[in-house]
């Protein structure tokens, strides 16, 4: 390192043995600025802390006048300093003070300094403070200063939080180690959970981070580089998947990244500074999730979370972890945290323990958001960088139903998250002692309540919420959390332990409905423009015949000497609709000719979720044996807006004249043609939307789970003839009304209905 004297393994040493010395913290800091000024030529070397309030604290400093020290305090964004803080990556200047974020403050006597070089305090990708070095002359410093300030931010970053300076901290401005932090990311599965944080792929901290051997260093280093290479070639050969449902794309990253040239050199430069080898790795990471920070492309985001989990193995193989979590010491009230987790991965734990489930990745179609919806765990997605924001350990709060997260809550917070969680359990009483209530009107209408489920562990919500049966069940999931395609014998035993389990009441299976959104890993989908209008559901069921084929010939087989009830995801044509009953009758006929045991009978419907049907249902109505009407993916349609993407998502209400005008005529044409028609998208999931569907006619809803007690009780108290005469004329006159979800928010309060 030019300029710098002995170099940043010289600093290294001497600070290492400043951190052994039994003398209070003010007097160790102060002795580790004067040591880092000298070495690296610098006229001022100071230290800034971050505190819980959010401001940067002067706490030692060499060159500045001493007065300043605890009395400068600035905010996260003030000056150079804050813009360090606030970016997280070093600011490098020869002339400071023209710099647009400059800020002076008299009393530390800075205006003679004109060159600056700050550096972010980092640890685990939380910033913890600011190190600066100055200097009169404008000059500029060099790379290598640069990285040897990083590499010495390490070091005070384990002094900071090994809660050494909280002994000299002003109550309430303690240095921010621990912070309280309130985060709001994207609501994942309903229901609030108070918990303790467990990390699913516990954190490597280094604790030695200074080598006493560089060459043994780099040569650990290089062994586990090996290693690590060497196991990602036996996964890959092996056609194995990694923990939490990785696939062969990411192996494949991660293989690339294991022999990237630029990754290794960064690392092997890390240790030749002086550091350990586990340090050097947390040091090229610590750079690598600064640039996670900052960009915004999603597939060069992806592939720096890639390099990153490669850097957390490394690290894991370094410091000989094995990267299996301890499930079987999950505490009570456990709540997972990770960067991305497979739905697998989730399954793995104890349920009884698991509350809730942050996620840094996660959108609400992710497959470990259905297994979490289905398992009851509260979930929230999409929170950057909560795995380095937490220890285990730390409590905290999810609110699965805003998508906010408190993590180390403040009292206050926490007392009225546990009244609302008892206000919930209330509530809950209440919804079950309903439970074997027929759902009839006040004017003795029956209302079907079924619900929705696609997984094993959603078969006990038939007994726990009373519903008349399973209205839809999205065979998919089954495909989806799989880490290989689930062979026949495998569906046969899923379909059958549905039917047994529900006994008397219908089951409706829905034939497999993929593509778009619901991707499997193991087959290599095409990569298309608009994957929701793409190659997907019946689709792909009628060009590649034989997927769909043998999962009919497994819902055949499951329902022998039973009633089946089958329905097809996506038509778009009455031909189609022709087609894939076609193949059911196919099937039919080549099990009986083998003399298979046969269902007694087998009613086979649409789903009616893509608009064109909207105009076919005169053709439609003599072939089919029932509807289900899919109102997630007919609005989607309908408005042209994508479920799936938050900004335009909630843009159009569903409780608006175009659909609820659509979904009346679906009804009339059903009762009319005498077929049984029945809604399973989330429409029915809420009080107000079964309110209206009960007015345009609907007489059978398929509901999550979670959502049968709400409805019920409203149900059960609302007159389906008011709700008619309240629904209808909003759509029949010639002006419709623009705001039907307020007008009939005002009829349930007018009624007493509980919304
Ligand atoms: C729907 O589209 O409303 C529906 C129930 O199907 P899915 O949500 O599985 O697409
Ligand atoms: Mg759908």
Redo the contacts with the bound molecule.
């Keep these: 390192m030019r300029g710098a004297l002995g170099g940043p393994r010289v600093l290294l040493r001497r600070l290492r043995e400043v951190m052994a010395e039994p003398v209070s913290a003010q007097e160790r800091l102060d002795k580790v600025v004067v040591l880092i000024a000298a070495n690296m030529v610098a006229e001022v070397c100071s230290v800034y802390v971050l505190r819980v309030d959010g401001t940067l604290e002067l706490y030692a400093t060499e060159g500045l006048k001493r007065e300043a020290v605890h009395q400068t305090v600035l905010r996260q964004d003030e000056g150079l300093v804050g813009l360090v803080a606030s970016e997280a990556q070093p600011v490098n200047l020869s002339e400071a003070q023209t710099h647009p974020a400059f800020s002076y403050r008299p009393e530390t006597g800075e205006e003679i300094y004109h060159s600056f070089l700050g550096v972010p305090i980092l640890r685990a990708g939380n910033t913890l403070g600011v190190l600066v070095v100055q200097n009169r002359a404008r000059r500029t410093y060099s790379e290598e200063e640069e990285e040897a300030l990083q590499t010495t931010a390490m070091v005070l970053a384990e002094m900071i939080a090994s809660g050494e300076l909280l002994s000299i901290a002003k109550p309430g401005a303690e240095p921010a180690i621990r912070p309280r932090l309130h985060l709001t990311g994207q609501a994942l599965s309903d229901g609030i959970a108070l918990g303790h944080v467990v990390l699913h792929e516990p954190r490597v901290t280094v604790k030695d981070v200074i080598a006493d051997d560089v060459p043994k260093e780099l040569k650990r280093l290089d062994e586990a580089i090996a290693t690590l290479r060497a196991d990602l070639d036996l996964m890959l050969e092996r056609g194995e998947v990694a923990d939490g449902g990785e696939h062969r794309d990411v192996l494949d990253a991660y293989r690339m990244f294991a022999h990237d040239k630029g990754w290794l050199r960064r690392l092997r430069e890390a240790v030749m500074t002086g550091l350990t080898a586990e340090a050097g790795v947390e040091r090229v990471q610590s750079d690598n999730r600064a640039r996670m920070l900052r960009v915004t492309d999603p597939y060069l985001r992806d592939r720096l979370h890639d390099l990153d989990d490669l850097g957390n193995r490394l690290m894991r193989q370094l410091m000989g972890q094995d990267h299996a979590p301890p499930r079987e010491q999950l505490p009570d009230s456990a709540i997972l945290v990770a960067r991305s987790m497979g739905p697998a991965a989730l399954l793995d734990y104890d349920r009884r323990k698991l509350r809730g489930l942050i996620l840094e990745e996660g959108g609400p179609n992710s497959h470990v958001a259905i297994v979490a919806r289905a398992l009851g765990i509260a979930a929230v997605g999409e929170i950057e960088n909560i795995s380095g924001l937490v220890d285990p350990g730390d409590a905290v709060i999810v609110d699965g139903a805003t998508g906010d997260i408190h993590i180390r809550p403040p009292s206050d917070i926490e007392s009225a998250y546990s009244e609302r969680v008892k206000l919930r359990a209330r509530r809950q009483a209440q919804y079950r002692a309903l439970r074997d209530k027929p759902c009839v009107t006040k004017d003795g209408e029956s209302i079907a309540l079924m619900i ?1 489920a696609g997984l094993l562990v959603d078969l006990p919500h038939l007994s726990e919420t009373g519903a008349g049966g399973i209205g ?1 069940f ?1 065979t998919e999931l089954q495909f989806m959390i799989a880490t290989e395609m689930p062979r026949i014998s495998e569906q046969l035993a899923l379909y059958r332990a549905v039917l047994d389990s529900a006994g008397d009441r219908p089951v409706t299976f829905r034939t497999l ?1 993929i593509g778009g959104d619901k991707v499997l890993p193991y087959m290599r989908a095409e990569v298309e423009e608009n994957p929701a209008l793409g190659w997907r559901a019946i689709r792909l069921g009628l060009d590649r015949p034989g997927l769909m084929r043998s999962q009919i010939r497994a819902l055949l087989q499951a329902a022998a000497s039973r009633e089946l009830k089958v329905m097809f ?1 996506m038509v778009a044509t009455v031909a189609e609709f022709d087609e894939a009953k076609g193949m059911i009758e196919r099937e039919l006929t080549s099990l009986r000719r083998r003399r298979h045991k046969l269902p007694d009978r087998v009613e086979v419907g649409v ?1 009616v ?1 893509v608009p064109s049907l909207l105009f076919q249902l005169d053709e439609l109505m003599p072939k089919v044996d029932f509807l289900s009407v ?5 609005a989607q349609f309908l408005y042209a807006s994508d479920r799936g993407n938050r900004r335009v998502a909630d843009r159009f209400d569903p409780i608006s004249a175009p659909m609820l005008r659509a979904l009346k005529m679906i009804a009339e044409k059903a009762r009319a043609a005498g077929k049984p028609v029945a809604l ?3 429409l029915a999931s809420k009080p107000i939307g079964a309110l209206a569907l009960v007015g345009l006619g609907y007489r059978a809803l398929s509901l999550t789970p979670s959502a049968l007690g709400p409805v019920k009780a409203m149900l059960l108290e609302l007159d389906a003839k008011k709700a008619e005469a309240a629904v209808v004329p909003l759509l029949e006159t010639a002006s419709p009304s623009p705001n039907i979800r307020e007008r009939l928010e005002s009829f349930a309060a007018s009624e007493g209905l509980p919304l």
């Design positions: 929705n839809l999205r409905d995801p789903m979720e899919g109102s997630n993916d007919l399973c998208g989330e």
